[in-house]
Structures are given as structure tokens and as C-alpha cells.
């Protein structure tokens, strides 16, 4: 039909679709958005009479749903969160520098490097092989109990030893993937000028790399947000700990709805960050003419 | 005195043998055009003198050194050789200026004034300077293919090669590029240039090579070999270019 061929070619159409970010509507204009919100309007209605009619509702309202001990629980966990935000930042800036280091070695070319790229390789594998809340019971009780001079002795600390290096072999997955889709031509260019391999990755291949990757990046940071909570598997007092806690005193379970805010409260931000960076990235690509 | 200097080049990828045996001495200030089929190895041959690709075996001399002995400095001896490539491949996180000036600062060592001012010489030259703050994609190719010939001037070359830097252009943008070509030329600079523009050969080569199966063919002044040429296979391509309309 001809109308929808016109539809198509709309770019009013197709710009607002792409602001959707890939929630297409279906049906045009006002029209379109009626029935979106209808039908989400009965999708909630029908979900909220299910589970309020439900045998264990009126048990699971007084238990997850008093309104007196999520806010009274939320102060303490509120300060407790602090040390989740320290754990992260301070996790992020390392990460990001081992998984750099450990993708570039990764790259290396030739057989010389063999040593090392089977070294990162090893890392990566087991980094990303066991599960992180090991990781975590492993050097956050195993590397104090070695008692080492010099070494700290703190299980934060060393709790944070595990989320770097849990993370930093995704990480290095990530940047390896940058590095690998930046064309072998770029090189070829750069070392032709007489830049050495080392000029030619800092100043041509890993500024396009990084570039490329950073929206992928930004979704390995939300993750690590949330696997801060492991940390208190180790019973140092981080918010979900400090829920855990209020949980034991009330019976409730209000406590853990405060923490699960707070967590998501931090990470939406940083989501829709991502997403209005892949969206400039997209209007770039497209200004420019390419679909690259 | 010779300024380039090649001794039976040999290199295969994998069980393909691109380059036969080429034996080749271009002269300073020479122009010297290969011109032959895809798959002639005109390519290869422009990036292994650029030691872009190592060789199987043969020799290569720049002046009166030789650069592919071993322990060669690969990084120094590029410094002195620049070159083209067909698509540009100009750095597209970086403005024009900084395409031009990364070399010459982080090879040479200049001081950042220096190398723009050297930058900007050339880009002024070549009828580029207001593109300076542009990054390469809001270029036409033919302006992209200019910058990137002016990034390799940059680092003061003693020898050029120019890998097809006009195949990958729309037509009308071919003239540009070659008119810079022409300029260089007459201002001295000794020119390697693999090329399908049979009659930009003929008006700027001082030479010209046909290469086939990885071996030069047939070799001389360019209306010789453009218009008599000896060897049956030469005919038989410069007859295709001549349907094709590039004659």
C-alpha cells in the first residue's frame, strides 16, 4: 500500500522511533500513543489484581510493604550505602587501568608475546570463570588469614581486590573489542608516519577503541554497582548488610526494599547516560553520512 | 645517484606468490609509475619499500643504505619514506591539523609550534587551510586524499609511493588529487606511484613498469610503453584500459 511506504520514509516517524530508543510504536501519532498507554493501563491493572488477590498477599504486605520499616530502616542503610559508593569508585579506577593493560597484552602481536598473551588469557578465563561472590569469600578471608607484613588486612580491602579482578577480565574483554574493530589500516597508517607500535596504539588505535566501547563500558560500571552487595557476604557493613541486619531485629523485610532503592536509584542514572551517549553516537554516525 | 634501489624482492602470502623477483632503481628526483592488473603485486611492492610488509628475500636500498638489513630501525627508516594509500586512511578522531602534526611531534620531536607552522605551510600549499579545525569525515575524498598526502609531507620524506590514491575518488574529484601530484613532481620529489591513470602516467612519469604475475614485464618512457608496447601482455591490458575508457 502506498501509506506505508510513506510511513517509512517519514523522518519525523522514524526520528521520534529512534527516540524511543527501539520502544517503536506501532500505529501513527496521537493514535499510536493512545493505545500504548492503554494497553500498558490494563498490563498494570491485571498484574496488580493477580498478586493483591493472591493466598500469602496480606503475609507478604505486612512483611515487605510496612511503610514504617522501610523509612525507619533507611537512614542506617542510607549510611551504610556510603561504603557501596567508595567500594565502587575506587573498584572502577583500577578496573579500568588492569583491563586496559590486560587487553593491550592481549593485542600484542607476534610470537615473542606468547608468554604474555597466554598469561592475560589465563586471567580473563578465570576472572570471568568463577563466580565473583568465591572470588570474594576467597581473598576476603583467605589473604588476611595469611597474615602477611605489609599487606593490608582489611576484608574490604581485599573484598575489593576481588571485584577488580572479577571485573577486570570483562573489562579486558571490552576494550579487546574496541581495539580489534579499530581497522588494521589505522596501524598501517600511523606506523608508516615512523610511530612505534606503542605511539601508534596510544594516539591512533586506543582513543578510536575507547570511543567505541564506552557505552558497553558504562553497562559493565551499572553491573559492578550492584555487586558491591556481595561485599557484606563477608560481614562488613554495606547496605545490604545493614538491611540484613534490620531485617533480624524486625522480622520484616521492609529494610531490603530501602536497600534495592538506593542500588537502583544509583545505577538509573548511569543507565540512561548510556543511552543518550549510544543515541549522540548514533546521530554522529548518521550526521556524517556513514552507517559504520 | 640512485635514490631507491630493489634486488630481486620475493614475498608470498601463504602459498600465493605476489612479488617474483623485482628488480627495480629509481633515481632522485625520478618519477616512476607501475602500472598493471589487481593482483599485478603493485600494491605489495609500495608496502614492502615501506617495510609494511617483511619480505621473503631480496634486498632493498635507500641512498646507499640498505634497509632491510637486519637490526634496521623500521620507525627511522620510515621517517624517511612516505606514503599514500588508496583510502586515505586518515585518523577520524583528529582535526586535519592534528593528522598532520602527529608525526612530526611524536617522530620528529618538534615542538607543537614548529609542527604547525610546517603543517599549515603545507596545508596552505595545497589549498587546505581553512579545513585545519575540520575532522576528516566533513571532507570530500578528494580533500581527505589531499590531507593525508600533506600528513606524509609533513615528515619531509626523501622518497614518496602513492598507492592508487585516486581509485577509491569519485571521477570528479580525481583532478585535484593528481594536480598535487604534479606539483610535487615538479618540485623535485622522487615519486613511487602504482596508478590506473594511464594518461596522468603518461604526462608525469619519467618511466613506467608494467607489472604482471609479480614480475616487471616490460619497462621504459612512458610513450613507449603506453603507445608501442612490446610484450603481448602489456597489449593485452592496455587494450582492456583503453575499452574502459582510461586511455
Known amino acids: ?292 | 645517484m640512485s635514490s631507491l634501489r630493489l634486488h630481486s624482492i620475493h614475498k608470498s602470502f601463504g602459498d600465493h606468490e605476489v612479488l617474483r623477483g623485482i628488480d627495480l632503481e629509481l633515481e632522485d628526483h625520478e618519477v616512476v609509475c607501475l602500472i598493471g592488473a589487481s593482483g599485478s603485486g603493485k600494491s605489495t611492492l609500495l608496502r614492502c619499500v615501506n617495510l609494511l610488509e617483511p619480505l621473503d628475500s631480496g634486498r632493498i636500498f635507500l641512498g646507499d643504505e640498505e634497509i632491510t638489513r637486519r637490526g634496521v630501525d623500521v620507525n627511522a627508516v620510515r621517517r624517511r619514506i612516505g606514503i599514500v594509500f588508496q583510502a586515505y586512511n586518515l585518523f577520524p578522531h583528529m582535526t586535519v591539523l592534528r593528522n598532520v602534526t602527529l608525526a612530526p611531534r611524536n617522530v620528529l620531536k618538534l615542538s607543537r609550534q614548529e609542527a604547525e607552522s610546517r603543517a599549515l605551510d603545507l596545508l596552505a600549499r595545497f589549498g587546505l587551510e581553512s579545513r585545519r579545525d575540520e575532522y576528516p569525515d566533513r571532507l570530500s575524498g578528494g580533500q581527505q586524499q589531499r590531507v593525508a598526502i600533506v600528513r606524509a609531507l609533513a615528515m619531509r620524506p626523501q622518497l614518496m609511493l602513492l598507492d592508487e590514491v585516486t581509485s577509491a575518488l569519485d571521477p570528479e574529484l580525481v583532478a585535484e588529487v593528481l594536480e598535487v601530484i604534479r606539483e610535487l613532481a615538479a618540485g623535485g620529489m622522487t615519486m613511487l606511484i602504482a596508478t590506473h591513470e594511464m594518461s596522468f602516467a603518461r604526462d608525469i612519469a619519467n618511466r613506467v613498469c608494467f607489472l604482471d604475475d609479480g614480475r616487471i614485464l616490460e619497462q621504459g618512457p612512458p610513450n613507449e610503453i603506453l603507445q608501442h608496447p612490446r610484450q603481448p601482455r602489456t597489449r593485452q591490458f592496455l587494450e582492456r584500459i583503453i575499452e574502459a575508457g582510461r586511455l
Not at chain 1, 520502544?23 to 490494563?42: N, Q, Y
Not at chain 1, 503475609?59 to 550505602?81: G, K, L, N, Y
Not at chain 1, 553491573?223 to 552487595?229: I, P, R, S
Not at chain 1, 562488613?236 to 523485610?253: G, H, K, L, P, R
Request: hydrophobic share 50%.
Open chain 1, 1 to 292: 500500500m502506498a501509506s506505508e511506504g510513506d510511513r517509512r520514509a517519514d523522518p519525523e516517524v522514524e526520528r521520534r522511533s529512534r527516540l524511543l530508543g527501539g520502544l517503536r510504536l506501532e500505529g501513527e501519532g496521537a493514535r499510536g500513543v493512545a493505545i500504548a498507554l492503554l494497553s500498558t493501563a490494563v498490563f498494570i491493572a491485571v498484574v496488580i489484581v493477580a498478586v493483591t488477590q493472591s493466598a500469602g498477599w496480606p503475609e507478604v504486605r505486612r512483611t515487605f510493604f510496612d511503610w514504617h520499616d522501610i523509612s525507619s530502616s533507611f537512614p542506617d542503610i542510607a549510611r551504610a550505602f556510603v561504603l557501596n559508593v567508595k567500594i565502587f569508585l575506587v573498584c572502577e579506577v583500577f578496573i579500568l587501568i588492569l583491563a586496559l593493560i590486560v587487553a593491550v597484552v592481549r593485542s600484542l602481536p607476534g610470537p615473542v608475546f606468547f608468554p604474555l598473551r597466554a598469561l592475560a588469557t589465563i586471567y580473563v578465563d578465570l576472572a570471568r570463570g568463577v563466580p565473583t561472590i568465591l572470588v570474594i569469600a576467597l581473598l576476603g578471608f583467605g589473604a588476611p588469614a595469611l597474615q602477611l607484613t605489609g599487606v593490608p588486612r582489611s576484608r574490604v580491602f581485599w573484598a575489593g581486590v576481588g571485584l577488580i579482578l572479577v571485573y577486570g577480565g570483562y573489562v579486558a574483554e571490552v576494550y579487546r573489542a574496541g581495539i580489534d574493530s579499530v581497522h588494521p589500516s589505522q596501524e598501517a597508517a600511523a606506523r608508516s608516519l615512523g610511530l612505534t607500535r606503542f605511539q601508534a596504539l596510544r594516539s591512533v588505535i586506543l582513543p578510536q577503541a575507547i570511543r567505541r566501547v564506552i557505552p558497553p563500558l558504562l553497562n559493565d560500571f551499572i553491573g559492578l554497582q550492584k555487586d558491591t552487595a556481595l561485599v557484606g557476604t563477608l560481614g562488613v557493613v554495606e547496605a545490604f548488610n545493614q538491611s540484613q541486619i534490620d531485617t533480624n531485629a524486625t522480622f520484616t523485610y521492609g529494610s531490603y526494599l530501602a536497600a534495592a532503592f538506593l542500588f537502583v536509584a544509583l545505577t538509573i542514572p548511569l543507565a540512561r547516560f548510556t543511552d543518550w551517549l549510544i543515541a549522540r553516537d548514533r546521530r554522529k554516525r548518521q550526521a556524517a553520512g556513514g552507517f559504520a
